[in-house]
């Protein structure tokens, strides 16, 4: 490392830094710990994170956690609201945008791969069609989630292989993407062309450290009463939100509340679909080859952010 060259924060124009990863490997932590040193700020990409009142589930963190770094895009939509990539997009470009022209370093901070690279990627998201989305989820509702998924098999298998079976919201997305624009639905989605200078940085955990900190987390989420917040949030719509209904943890607590699995076995369910989760979004960062892979292991967890910091010098002055 050069000691004489700029630091990230020392630039007229900060590049932007994306710390990536699977769930529970450290992301939080680290992108505080670099905005502190950087004289940066926290954007949110981790697309359940934007729900209001989604806190405990989502290992939100709390207003002392974030150690005076402001944090953008958290709580902005409502439970009943469904997501939408495009305008977390343009909501993140506005933050990165005001903060870069600030000199303030933007860190985005999330594991929500779509949302990480809507806002740091070349990419545009084709329209809707109403007819086209209504018959496709009519569908969806007469045939189920797995004949549509099928049919995107065959139409994309690229996309199918991406997209669980019994995702019937993006498989409907898929097959209407694929209908507007007559292309696979993996076409329109980005290459690793970047409209900002970023430096992504991932949080490497080994599997069996991962899983045994999801398990606990999951118990953490317990002991902090999520059962009790997802009671709360169904009250506000919970249930009829397309997006947030689906959310790890909120998923099987309503089926819970719903008489539909006993608590001990949501509880369980969730450790599982947790686990599931966290190899996707792993496979997902592992195939941006700009990713520069950080060991958040446990005996390397006091280095982390040295060990960023110094990576963030060498890619800035490359």
């Known amino acids: 490392m050069n000691p004489s060259a700029p630091s990230p924060r020392s630039r007229s124009v900060p590049p932007v830094v994306a710390v990536v990863g699977p769930t529970a490997a450290g992301k939080s932590d680290l ?12 954007i949110n990409a981790d697309s359940m994170q934007l729900y209001r009142g989604m806190d405990i589930g989502t290992a939100k963190l709390a207003a002392e956690e974030r150690a005076g770094v402001p944090h953008h895009l958290l709580d902005i939509w409502d439970v009943t609201a469904a997501a939408s990539v495009a305008e977390y997009q343009r909501l993140a470009r506005a933050e990165i945008d005001r903060l870069r022209s600030a000199g303030r370093v933007p860190v985005l901070v999330g594991g929500s791969g779509l949302y990480v690279r ?7 998201f084709p329209g809707t069609d109403p007819e086209v989305r209504a018959r496709l989820e009519g569908e969806l509702a007469a045939e189920g989630s797995g004949v549509l998924h099928s049919r995107l098999a065959q139409a994309d298998p690229v996309a199918a292989r991406a997209i669980l079976p019994s995702n019937g919201r993006r498989i409907v997305r898929a097959l209407e993407v694929i209908e507007i624009t007559g292309r696979p639905f993996t076409a329109n989605l980005p290459g690793h062309e970047a409209v900002y200078e970023t430096v992504q940085i991932g949080v490497d955990v080994a599997r069996p450290e991962l899983d045994a900190r999801i398990a606990s987390r999951v118990d953490r989420m317990w002991e902090a009463g999520l059962v009790a917040e997802v ?12 997006t947030a209904s689906r959310a790890l943890g909120y998923q099987q607590v309503l089926a819970n509340l719903a008489g539909e699995c006993t608590e001990a076995e949501a509880r369980e369910e969730t450790v599982r679909a947790t686990k599931r989760f966290a190899r996707r979004q792993d496979s997902w960062f592992r195939r941006d080859p700009r990713v520069h892979w950080l060991s958040g292991a446990e005996p390397d967890r006091r280095e982390l952010t040295g060990k960023a910091l110094a990576l963030l010098e060498e890619a800035v002055t490359a």
């Open 231 to 242: 009671r709360a949030l169904e009250a506000a719509g919970l249930r009829t939100g397309r």
């Open 118 to 124: 809507g806002a740091i990627d070349a990419m545009e």
């Open 31 to 42: 992108g505080v710990a670099l905005a502190r040193q950087l004289g940066g700020e926290v």
